[in-house]
T-cell receptor
């Protein structure tokens, strides 16, 4: 069964500090992995996408890594800002015959405090 | 260009009623998918439409249905509402079926069933 597990469930950090969010998956056959940021009451916004051959991808202060062998990904946030307070969702796609099946993690809720 | 538009943004309904939510995808996007998001369950996939046909379906009861029109706009209907249907309903569009081209999410419709 395809699963995506994220940790921690929630995290509180001080403004300016770095943090790392984890995503472990059992999706097969793997196609791509995305990290989304979701502000409260809004739809998710894509941060990064990585395919099998990519092991790191950056988007400003966000850097995602992928280890396809261990089926793990991480999202590192550098020099956090108050606006980084949001839920971060890991989404993994399986490449099936005629379409891609998407599995969502339940997210990590990040709170950045002054 | 305009993003994914969901209407209405907020809705309050009574148990037993039915509700219809609307989603207008990004111009040129032909795939529309729907998701239910609750605090405890995270994002759960409802169904995906492409070229007016349902191509993929999640594990929800038959009270949840949808359709897609020739202009790619989509509607989701929930009949005989239950208290547990209270959630944020998100729609996402993409260029084609599946996720190689990425999903763009709308801001969602917040449904409250009383």
């Amino acid at each position: 069964k395809n699963q995506v597990e994220q940790s921690p469930q929630s995290l509180i950090i001080l403004e300016g500090k770095n943090c790392t969010l984890q995503c472990n998956y059992t999706v097969s056959p793997f196609s791509n992995l995305r990290w989304y940021k979701q502000d409260t009451g809004r739809g998710p916004v894509s941060l990064t996408i990585m395919t099998f051959s990519e092991n790191t991808k950056s988007n400003g202060r966000y850097t995602a890594t992928l280890d396809a062998d261990t089926k793990q990904s991480s999202l590192h946030i550098t020099a956090s800002q108050l606006s980084d307070s949001a839920s971060y969702i890991c989404v993994v796609s399986a490449d099936l015959t005629s379409y891609q099946k998407v599995t969502f993690g339940t997210g990590t809720k990040l709170q950045v405090i002054p | 260009k305009a993003g994914v538009t969901q209407t209405p943004r907020y809705l309050i309904k009574t148990r037993g009623q039915q509700v219809t939510l609307s989603c207008s995808p990004i111009s040129g996007h032909r795939s529309v998918s729907w998701y239910q998001q609750t605090p405890g369950q995270g994002l759960q996939f409802l169904f995906e439409y492409f070229s007016e046909t349902q191509r993929n379906k999640g594990n929800f009861p038959g009270r949840f249905s949808g359709r897609q029109f020739s202009n790619s706009r989509s509607e989701m209907n929930v009949s005989t509402l239950e208290l547990g249907d209270s959630a944020l309903y998100l729609c996402a569009s993409s260029l084609a079926l599946g996720t190689p081209y990425g999903y763009t999410f709308g801001s969602g419709t917040r449904l409250t069933v009383v």
